[in-house]
């Protein structure tokens, strides 16, 4: 979705701000994800690990998110 609306002809930044927050929107959603197997929880690290490393991971709603995921619910 991103990539479509920066490349697609006569793209706007109404366009690229829509993509923008769908892709911040997914990114709250693998944060909040609550892995409880142990391959999900493997590949929800190595996911968020690779986009802490490009600096994406740069919220304080991510952080939350995160810790808000590894809390059993009673």
């Not at 968020?48 to 986009?51: H, N, R, T």
């Given at each position: 979705m991103f990539?479509?609306?920066v490349h697609e002809p006569g793209g706007s930044s109404r366009?690229?701000?829509?993509a923008s927050r769908a892709e911040e929107?997914?990114?709250l959603a693998v944060c909040a994800y609550p892995a409880v197997r142990e391959g999900d929880r493997l590949a929800k690290a190595r996911y968020?690990?690779?986009?802490e490393a490009r600096g994406e991971l740069d919220l304080p709603?991510?952080?939350q998110a995160i810790l808000r995921s590894t809390m059993?619910?009673?």
């Open positions: 990539g479509k609306a366009n690229c701000d829509k929107k997914a990114l968020l690990l690779e986009v709603e991510h952080m059993w619910k009673a």
